[in-house]
């Protein structure tokens, strides 16, 4: 019985190392008119994706046009490498109330 456990707990640690790995490339939920988190924090070189999962077309567009998506339709992504530390903020230019910040931190 122990050795069943042994095994076990070895294929939950063998199934955590790739999720740990997706983590080096945070998300950002759209969903119910809303991206999640709202608010981001990650390193320059940090490359973020925006998934929509919301049955609506939506966009990810800084506010400077720094990046802009495309209409993502439901399950679309985008993904954008930040590379200058700052704060940027962007919004849906289909509903301007949905707002998100990132804020790029100086590479260690
Ligand atoms: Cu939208």
Request: proline share 13%; charged share 10%.
């Given at each position: 019985m122990k050795t069943v456990v042994r095994i076990f707990l070895l294929g939950v640690l063998l199934l955590a190392v790739p999720a740990f790995a997706e983590d080096a490339t945070p998300q950002v939920?759209?969903?119910?008119?809303?991206?999640?988190?709202?608010?981001l924090t990650v390193a320059a070189g940090t490359k973020v994706t925006w998934v929509n999962k919301d049955d609506t077309p939506h966009t990810v567009v800084e506010n400077n046009k720094k990046f802009r998506s495309a209409a993502l339709d439901t399950g679309d992504s985008y993904s954008y490498t930040f590379t200058e530390?700052?704060?940027?903020?962007?919004?849906?230019?289909?509903?301007?109330k949905m707002v998100g910040t990132v804020t790029v931190t100086a590479k260690n």
């Open positions: 939920v759209i969903d119910k008119f809303a991206y999640a988190p709202t608010a530390p700052g704060t940027y903020h962007y919004f849906c230019t289909f509903h301007p």
